[in-house]
């Protein structure tokens, strides 16, 4: 189901955001006192759905079948205006922008189709714990293959992240005991916090952590993307097994048309066959009736054939009259 022109979140129906939220609700459950909490993850989260999910259809300009054809026209008409091909132009120029300064590339990870969520899960397996942010950082930015950041700007961060984990170690005057280290605090403090609600290297899990206390949201969080994760994962199967189901009717129909032909085909050599035969027929009912006419067995005409007796004709009683004697 999908609003005609909500060509972004924004341009989607209320009563449609309400559906689709009510159906999220339907496949999960929480306790009431986190009802805020999870509306609002829904929504942030919502919101990036679609808009990869527009993205996609944008970059494949393939219809979907739950599109009508005149809405699908309408997309295609509102990607070409002018006005939406500048925006378009201007956000992919401030992708390409090299955030940290000159000479430090692009902004790049190594999640690849992975969350930053999927990717703290597999951490914590790992780790036996829950991973803090700089550890997280660490794995969407550092290359499996050699150990090297991905880019210059992850590099730089992690070099100050470090410089204040090792400035933080240091005791406290006049006490040898070690101070407790915020890996999650000095992370925020070195990426400069919340931009735009997000937090530079750490995806949606950093929005959690700026939308909500640290104790609440990190359960939330993971509770939200995993139910909402689980219900794409079933949509798409969903997806699938319809696109599987329409190749194979569409297979159907191609051979009963293929069969309906074949049918069409045999039944014109059958009207030829019979049309053949008739002709045959007529030529060899004309040429029998010549043989018949050579060999002498005629219609009766006015002479009647050799052999058959004839009947004379009545006496005139005329003639009698006239006196007239054979």
């Known amino acids: 189901m999908v609003d005609s022109k909500a060509f972004s979140w924004k341009k989607v129906s209320k009563s449609?955001?309400?559906?689709?939220?009510?159906?999220?609700?339907?496949?999960?459950s929480w306790a009431p006192r986190f009802n805020g909490q999870i509306k609002s993850l829904w929504e942030s989260k919502a919101a990036e759905r679609y808009s990869d999910f527009v993205h996609k259809l944008k970059i494949v300009r393939d219809r979907p079948d739950f599109i009508p054809e005149d809405e699908w026209l309408e997309w295609l008409q509102y990607w070409e205006e002018p006005e939406v091909k500048k925006k378009s132009e201007i956000a992919s120029k401030n992708?390409?922008?090299?955030?940290a300064g000159p000479g430090t590339g692009m902004s790049r990870h190594t999640g690849g189709s992975k969350s930053t969520i999927?990717?703290?899960?597999?951490?914590?397996?790992?780790?036996?714990?829950?991973p803090n942010f700089y550890e997280i950082f660490r794995k969407m930015h550092v290359k499996k293959a050699d150990g090297q950041f991905v880019d210059n700007k992850?590099?730089?961060i992690a070099d100050l992240v470090e410089e204040r984990v090792t400035a933080a170690s240091q005791p406290v005057e006049g006490s040898m005991d070690l101070q407790p280290i915020d890996y999650d605090l000095i992370y925020?403090?070195?990426?400069?916090?919340?931009?735009?609600?997000?937090?530079?290297?750490i995806g949606s899990k950093g929005v959690a952590f700026c939308s909500s206390s640290r104790a609440s949201s990190?359960?939330?969080?993971a509770a939200v993307d995993e139910a909402v994760e689980q219900r794409v994962m079933e949509t798409n199967e969903r997806i699938a097994v319809m696109e599987t189901e329409m190749k194979e009717k569409d297979q159907q129909i191609t051979l009963l048309k293929d069969e309906m032909q074949q049918m069409k085909e045999v039944n014109n050599e059958m009207k030829e066959m019979k049309?053949?035969?008739q002709q045959q027929m007529t030529n060899m009912q004309s040429q029998l009736a010549a043989l018949m006419q050579h060999m002498g067995?005629?219609?009766p005409t006015e002479h009647p054939p050799v052999g058959q007796p004839t009947i004379d004709p009545p006496a005139n009683d005329e003639d009698d009259d006239l006196g007239l004697d054979d």
């Open 218 to 221: 990190s359960s939330v969080t």
């Open 154 to 156: 992850s590099k730089m």
């Open 16 to 28: 449609t955001k309400k559906t689709y939220f009510d159906d999220f609700q339907n496949q999960c």
């Open 188 to 201: 925020l403090e070195t990426i400069g916090g919340q931009k735009k609600q997000r937090v530079y290297g």
């Open 95 to 99: 992708r390409r922008t090299k955030v």
């Open 118 to 130: 999927e990717h703290a899960r597999e951490l914590a397996r790992e780790l036996g714990r829950d």
């Open 297 to 299: 067995h005629r219609v």
């Open 275 to 277: 049309n053949a035969m």
